[in-house]
């Protein structure tokens, strides 16, 4: 019963920017989006969340659709030390479900 | 930077025997967590604690699995009697309040179950 569905893998040119999708088509009003990322032999590591509107931060951008069931992450110019295993979670009260992950490749 | 620490980094047990994980939140965060991840699967939720107790729990988290803060520092994960479905990565996380957005995760503890 996924609650977020990803690609399996997604690749990018290094410098270019690289758009993440997910679906979450079964949102619910309170739930809020995050996305962490994970790399080889960590501990996710936060990247950005949102409720309804876009998002910016230093790491990210998050852009999400008006009717929020879905929403993508934004890498404005991805580097070699951003290949990762990206997860998009949905937030239901404290609780965090991670979804399969995209696992990118950064090729330099 | 502070960061949360476990231990140990790998931990390998007999099925039905009785394992502690352990984790050292960051000093000055008062919600911690434990998600499991098996090899290859998502990150699973299992249990958020807040002032000694239990804040929410899935259904992963049954009998089996305890959590305690024994003292003012660690944050455990108590499996009484391991199955060989518990082989997995267990990954602690902490935050400062309830409604943080950023949990900050350990390196995580694999357990292998023989």
């Known amino acids: 019963d996924a609650k977020t569905t990803q690609p399996n893998s997604m690749e990018s040119n290094e410098e270019e920017p690289v758009h993440l999708p997910c679906n979450h088509s079964t949102i619910s009003g309170t739930d809020y989006i995050h996305w962490y990322r994970q790399l080889p032999s960590q501990g996710p590591e936060y990247v950005i969340h949102g409720l309804t509107s876009n998002v910016n931060n230093r790491m990210a951008s998050l852009a999400i659709a008006e009717d929020r069931k879905s929403s993508t992450l934004i890498l404005h110019r991805a580097t070699l030390r951003d290949a990762a295993v990206y997860y998009c979670?949905?937030?239901?009260?404290?609780?965090?479900?991670f979804g399969t992950g995209t696992s990118l490749t950064v090729i330099p | 930077e502070p960061e949360v620490t476990q231990t140990p980094s790998h931990q390998v047990t007999q099925m039905g025997q009785e394992v502690i994980l352990r984790c050292v939140p960051i000093s000055n965060h008062l919600y911690f967590y434990w998600y499991r991840q098996i090899l290859g699967q998502k990150v699973e939720f299992l249990v958020s604690?807040?002032?000694?107790?239990?804040?929410?729990k899935s259904e992963i988290f049954d009998d089996q699995f305890s959590v305690e803060r024994p003292d003012g520092s660690n944050f455990t994960l108590k499996i009484r009697s391991t199955k060989l479905e518990d082989s997995a990565m267990y990954f602690c996380?902490?935050?400062?309040?309830?409604?943080?957005?950023?949990?900050?995760f350990g390196p995580g503890t694999r357990l292998t179950v023989l």
């Open positions: 979670i949905l937030r239901t009260g404290n609780q965090f479900y």
């Open positions: 604690f807040y002032n000694n107790e239990i804040s929410e």
């Open positions: 996380a902490s935050t400062p309040g309830q409604w943080d957005n950023e949990q900050f």
